[in-house]
């Protein structure tokens, strides 16, 4: 099993591509420049994204790449779980 992890970097804007997808996106900026979340620190995983939200993994794959886009996460090289 392959595993992504995302770590906050506090500093950007967020602009979802849908409605879904700009409330969830939004929602973890603000938990980011809150400092609910700390630099370096790693945030929820995808499945608990999805799992707060209700959403599908397509869609909390796009909240993700929004929030990197923007600066405010970037992505950890993927690693085998086990």
Known sequence: MVRNSFLCC???????????VAASARHHA?????????????IPSLVALNEEFG?????GQKVMRALR??????????????
Do not use: F, H, M
Not at 73 to 81: E, N, P, Q, T, V
């Open 30 to 42: 603000e938990r980011i420049r809150s400092g609910d979340y700390k630099p370096g620190e790693r």
């Open 55 to 59: 959403i599908a993994n397509a869609t």
């Open 10 to 20: 506090p500093g950007g804007g967020v602009e979802g591509e849908s409605a879904q």
């Open 69 to 82: 886009a923007d600066g405010l996460i970037r992505g950890l090289a993927a690693r085998r779980a086990g």
